[in-house]
């Protein structure tokens, strides 16, 4: 089973990403899942969609450990996050004790939330999700 931080790297090894980015691919690959991946993230309706607070405490966690980086920024929310060597060989290892699918799934989400502009993103997860849209503060991307 793959802990919270393999799916962080597994998704930065893919691609840099910022937070809102990360947490919205995280979200994405436990929606097209099913809505059920044991020891995931848990996802509440907050202000851009759907939130996982325990989402920074993970990258807190991981930057110490030296498995990913953020370049500084005038906004943390925007700067994206890199994995180190350390955290290639982490999430190396979480790749093998991941199934093909999954992988998949994670390659394909990683490239998809990189592609998207901030309010494409959030309608893609509206439309997906419109019960985790229920207190956006971006009236005007709810369904």
Known sequence: MLKRTDWILLLLREKPLDRIRLMKALFLIWLRSGRNIPGFFEFV?????????DLYDEIDRAGQDRLLTQVPGPNPRWSPYYITERGKKAADQASQDADAATLRL????????????FHNLLQRVYAEAPDFATNTVVRALRQ
């Open 45 to 53: 309706p907050y202000m851009y969609g759907p939130c996982s607070f």
């Open 106 to 117: 994670v390659r394909a989400v990683a490239q998809e939330v990189s592609e998207l502009n």
